[in-house]
């Protein structure tokens, strides 16, 4: 089979954030598959087709890629930051398992992705230095109390979180919720970060604690940071901040 598959973690937003691998095989592919807001950061090229898609279905839309290349084109499929964290890389892969055999044929490569988190944590400070785990906050695909039994454990065990998906218009709750629960387990001085729009024109870092974070700073493009008992704020000359976990935990 002559198909090729790449799934293409775009990176969080500036261009200069995004792989020049991830940069090459968009400029190979000749069909991209995409998201069509995640489509719009790619620059067009004539003779390449581009599939838009809404975000809902994602793994009809990894079939219909899979389709593609199973029929010799060479196709690139686009997530935002990493294409295997919380994206498209596992449904290309579910497609893959549960689809047509053919398609275990195929030359499929994920290209990597700078990924929200780590965007995120370079803008302000250190925050992941230690241990850390990454959750996402959205009960579209688990049920929510999977969400709050997980949350509870990692915030108990003393990790940095790093919460995806806090909050959108359809899930308008869950973040003040999760904030309810980590304010039983936690400190109220924890240290929160939310960043929004990292690395894009319309970047917010806002930098609080879980006594006074407010889920209303949050929204689908915000990843929300949940420092631990670990994680230290260092006050700089301008009157902003830096988190960071040191390289060695608490006894
Ligand atoms: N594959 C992506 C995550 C997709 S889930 C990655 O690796 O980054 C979508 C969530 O990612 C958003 O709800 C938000 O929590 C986060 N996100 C994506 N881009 C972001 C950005 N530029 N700034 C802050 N958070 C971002």
Redesign the pocket.
Known sequence: MSGFLHVV?LG??AGDLRAPRATEALARASDIVGYASYLARVPERSAQLRHASDNRDEISRARHALSLAAAGRRVAVV?????G???MASAVFEAIEHGDPAWRALDVEIVP?I??MF??AARIGAPLGHDFCAM?LSDNLKPWPTVLARLRAVAAAGFTVAL???RSRARPWQLAAAFDLLRTILPRGTCVAM??????ADERIEITSLAEADPSRAD????VLIGSAATRRIERADGGLWLYAPRGAPA
């Open positions: 973690g969080p937003g997530s935002s930051g990493d294409a964290v919380f994206a992705g990924s929200a965007a995120a996402s995806y998906n806090p960043a929004t729009a990292v690395s894009s689908m493009r915000t990843l």
